[in-house]
C-alpha cells in the first residue's frame, strides 16, 4: 500500500498547469486556475496515471477536476477499497 | 561575482535537465519539468513548428520540444485550430513558421471511419477521396516557405478494423495513402512519416489510447507521439544541427562476409538466401537506398585493388555497383590518412563524415585520431547490423520507405493529373463542397444541443455566456430573445447543429448576447452565413441598430476583430476586455460566402 504523498501531488498539478506550487491548495479547481483546461486535464490525467501506475475509470477521469477530488480518486486507488 | 554564481547554477541545471531528457527511463512529468527548465533559461537556438490536424495533438508538443533540446533547439511549437488543416498550413506560411508537420487521422476523415468506409458506397468513398486530394493540394499550396514540412500519413487505429475487416479497411488506407504519396511527390521539401509503421513497432495497444479518443479526440498515446517527435527530428537532421553527407564502408566483413584476400571472390559470404550472406545482401541494398538518396558512398578498405574490383564487377550477388561509388580507397595505407584524403577530395568537412568497418583497430583509430567523424562498428553478432544500419541510415536523415525511383513515378503522374483538374482557390474547393447552411429560429429540439454548444464552445465564443437548458427555453418562449441555431451540411453529410446566436430585442435596438461556432466547422465561411437571417429579423422587428460585444478570455482571442471585421463600430468607453460594438441596420451589409446555399427555417 502507498501513501500518497501530498507535495508531490501538488508539484506534479503545478507543473502541469503552469504555476507556482503554491498557488495549488485544498481550493483549487478547473474552475479557479485559468491553464486547467480540458487539453492540460487530459495531460494530467495520463500523467498521474504513469507517475503513480494506476488506470482511472472513464468517469473518474473527467470528473476529478479538482484537487480535492484528485486527492480522494488518487487515495482510493492507491489504497484499495475500503 | 553573483552573476558568475547565476550562470554557473544554470549550467549546471541545463545539464541535469538535459540529461533527463536523453535517459529512456525518465517519466513523462520528469520530461515536462525539465523541458519547462529549459524553456525558463532559454536554452539553445530558436525554431517554430506548426502542427495541425482533425485530432487533438497538444502533447505532441512537450515531445518535440524534447528531442529540439537534445538538439540543442528550443522549439516553439504551433498548434493549428482543430480539423483545418489547410487553413492552419496557409496561417503557418503567413506566421513565417520553420516547419509544419500535418496529422491527417484517418479514422476521424469522417466520424469512426474505419467502420463506416465499409458501409459507404463507392461513389461517395470516391467522393471522399476526391475531398482529401484536394485538401491535400490546399494544405501544400505555400508548404515551399517551410524547410521543411512533414505529413503523418493515414493508418488503422480501431480494433474492429484491424481483426474483422482488415483487408477492406487497409486497403482503403492504401487507397488515402496513396494520395497523400501523389501529392506530396511534388515537394521537395515535404517528407511523409509512415505512421503505420510506428503503429506496429509499438503495437495498436500501445499507441491508440480510445478513452482520450472518444473523450477528447485525442487518440494518441505517448509511446506514439515519443516516437513520432524522435522521427520529425531525425528527418530534419536534429533541427540542421549536424549535416552527414559521406559513407565510408570498409569490404570484409563490412559489405560482405569473409576476406576476398583469402577466400577469393566465390568464398565471400554474399547472396539473398542463407546467413550471413543475407545479412550482407541487405546492408547492400541499404547502402544502394542512400546511394539514391544523394549520399556519397566510399570504400576505404586494405586490399588489393584488383581482388575488389574483381568482386565489384563479377561477384552474382554484388548489388553495390562500383558506378555508385564516388570514390575508392583500396589501398595499405592507414584509414585516417585515406578519409582524411576523401574529405580534400570532395571538399567536405570531416564531420560530415560516417565510417562504417568491422575491426576493433580501424575504428578505435579513426575515432582517437579523427573525432569529427562519426563512427560506427559493425555488431559481432551480425543478425544485429541491420538495426546498425538503421542508426546510420537515421544519421543521413534518410526516412526508409521513400524510394527515390517510386518518388519519380508518383511526381510523373501527379503532374499528369494536374492538368486534369485543379482547384486554384480556395473557394472553387469550397464551392465543390456543396455546402448548405439551415438557420433555425427558437428550435426547441434543438434545446439541449444548443446549450451544450454554449457550454463547449471556447474558441469562436464572443463573449463566453453559457446557458443552461432552461436558460434557453426561456429565451425560446418570451418574446424579448431570438434563439438563432446553424445547422451545416455538405456533400459528405450533416454536421448538425454547430452554431448558436442570441439575440435580445429591445427599444429597435438588435443586441446579440452570444455568438458561438464549433471550431470543427471554422474556415468555410459558414459564420457569414447567420447575418442574412439577423438582418432580415432586424428589419422586420423594425430596429434600427445591432449591438454586440466582445469579451475577451484566454481561448476567444480569434474572433476578437470579428465585429470590427463585420463593419461595426466600437462604441466609447469600452475597453480592451469587453468591448462593445455597434452598426446601423441601414448600413449593414453581411459578408457574403457565395459557396454556400442558405435556407432559412422557421
Redesign the interface.
Known amino acids: 500500500m502507498k501513501e500518497l504523498d501530498e507535495s508531490q501531488l501538488k508539484e506534479i498539478i503545478a507543473v502541469l498547469m503552469k504555476v507556482g506550487i503554491d498557488e495549488i491548495n485544498e481550493e483549487t479547481s478547473m474552475d479557479t486556475l485559468e491553464s486547467w483546461d480540458s487539453l492540460a486535464h487530459m495531460n494530467l490525467v495520463l500523467t498521474l496515471e504513469s507517475e503513480y501506475g494506476v488506470s482511472f475509470p472513464d468517469d473518474d477521469a473527467v470528473n476529478m477536476t479538482s484537487y480535492e477530488l484528485i486527492k480522494i480518486v488518487l487515495g482510493e486507488l492507491l489504497g484499495g477499497v475500503d | 561575482m553573483k552573476n558568475l554564481e547565476t550562470s554557473v547554477n544554470d549550467s549546471a541545471l541545463v545539464s541535469r535537465a538535459r540529461a533527463v531528457l536523453e535517459s529512456p527511463e525518465s517519466?513523462?512529468?520528469q520530461i515536462?519539468?525539465s523541458v519547462?527548465t529549459l524553456e525558463q533559461l532559454g536554452s539553445g537556438r530558436r525554431l517554430s513548428v506548426g502542427v495541425c490536424s482533425n485530432i487533438?495533438t497538444?502533447?505532441l508538443g512537450v515531445f518535440l520540444k524534447k528531442y529540439g533540446f537534445i538538439s540543442g533547439v528550443n522549439i516553439d511549437v504551433v498548434f493549428g485550430n482543430y480539423d483545418d488543416i489547410s487553413g492552419d498550413m496557409e496561417t503557418f506560411a503567413e506566421q513565417d513558421l520553420d516547419y509544419a508537420v500535418m496529422m491527417p487521422f484517418f479514422d476521424n476523415l469522417l466520424p469512426s471511419f474505419e467502420t463506416q468506409c465499409l458501409l459507404m458506397s463507392a461513389d461517395s468513398l470516391d467522393a471522399k477521396k476526391e475531398e482529401f486530394r484536394q485538401l491535400c493540394r490546399l494544405a501544400l499550396q505555400k508548404v515551399h516557405v517551410f524547410k521543411q514540412a512533414f505529413i503523418v500519413n493515414c493508418h488503422q487505429s480501431s480494433v474492429y478494423s484491424q481483426i474483422l475487416g482488415q483487408e477492406c479497411v487497409a486497403a482503403i488506407v492504401g487507397q488515402f495513402n496513396q494520395i497523400i504519396h501523389e501529392e506530396t511527390s511534388n515537394h521537395r521539401n515535404v517528407t511523409v512519416i509512415d505512421a503505420g509503421a510506428i503503429v506496429s513497432e509499438h503495437g495498436r495497444k500501445a499507441c491508440i489510447?480510445e478513452?482520450?479518443y472518444y473523450?477528447?479526440k485525442?487518440p494518441y498515446t505517448?509511446i506514439f507521439l515519443d516516437t513520432l517527435a524522435s522521427a520529425i527530428t531525425t528527418a530534419t537532421k536534429g533541427y540542421e544541427s549536424y549535416f552527414k553527407k559521406v559513407l565510408v564502408v570498409d569490404c570484409d566483413n563490412t559489405i560482405w562476409g569473409g576476406i576476398v584476400g583469402e577466400d577469393l571472390v566465390s568464398g565471400i559470404k554474399l547472396n539473398p538466401f542463407d546467413y550471413p550472406g543475407n545479412v550482407f545482401w541487405k546492408i547492400q541494398h541499404d547502402i544502394m537506398y542512400l546511394q539514391n538518396n544523394g549520399v556519397l558512398v566510399c570504400l576505404a578498405s586494405k586490399n588489393n585493388l584488383a581482388d575488389v574490383d574483381e568482386t565489384l564487377s563479377s561477384h552474382p550477388n554484388m548489388f553495390l555497383k562500383d558506378s555508385a561509388l564516388i570514390s575508392k580507397k583500396v589501398n595499405w595505407i592507414d584509414k585516417v590518412e585515406n578519409i582524411k584524403a576523401l574529405s580534400d577530395e570532395l571538399n567536405l568537412g570531416l564531420d560530415s563524415f560516417i565510417f562504417l568497418d568491422d575491426s576493433d583497430f580501424e575504428c578505435d583509430s579513426v575515432r582517437q585520431q579523427l573525432p569529427m567523424v562519426e563512427t560506427f562498428q559493425v555488431p559481432k553478432d551480425i543478425s544485429k547490423y541491420p538495426e546498425l544500419m538503421n542508426q546510420i541510415m537515421k544519421r543521413f536523415g534518410v526516412a526508409e520507405g521513400n524510394d527515390g525511383r517510386q518518388t519519380e513515378k508518383y511526381r510523373r503522374r501527379a503532374q499528369a493529373m494536374e492538368l486534369e483538374k485543379n482547384f486554384s482557390t480556395k473557394e472553387d474547393y469550397l464551392k465543390s463542397l456543396d455546402i448548405n447552411v439551415r438557420v433555425f429560429s427558437d428550435s426547441v429540439p434543438d434545446i439541449e444541443r444548443i446549450s451544450e454548444l454554449s457550454q463547449k464552445t471556447?474558441q469562436f465564443n464572443l463573449t463566453g455566456h453559457r446557458y443552461s437548458v432552461s436558460d434557453i427555453e426561456n429565451r425560446m418562449s418570451g418574446n424579448d430573445f431570438i434563439v438563432y441555431s446553424i445547422d451545416v451540411s455538405d456533400r459528405f453529410g450533416s454536421s448538425g447543429i454547430t452554431g448558436i446566436l442570441i439575440v435580445k430585442v429591445s427599444n429597435q435596438i438588435f443586441h446579440i448576447e452570444n455568438f458561438c461556432m464549433s471550431c470543427r466547422i471554422l474556415g468555410r465561411g459558414i459564420e457569414n452565413a447567420v447575418w442574412t437571417a439577423v438582418l432580415e429579423d432586424a428589419r422586420e422587428y423594425g430596429a434600427t441598430t445591432i449591438t454586440g460585444e466582445y469579451v475577451a478570455s484566454?481561448?476567444n482571442s480569434q474572433v476578437s476583430m470579428l465585429y470590427a471585421e463585420l463593419g461595426f463600430t466600437q462604441i466609447e468607453g469600452s475597453d480592451k476586455y469587453k468591448r462593445r460594438y455597434e452598426v446601423a441596420v441601414k448600413d449593414f451589409s453581411q459578408p457574403s460566402s457565395e459557396w454556400i446555399t442558405y435556407e432559412r427555417i422557421g
Open positions: 517519466s513523462k512529468f515536462t519539468k519547462q487533438v497538444d502533447a489510447d478513452r482520450f473523450l477528447n485525442a505517448d471556447n484566454n481561448k
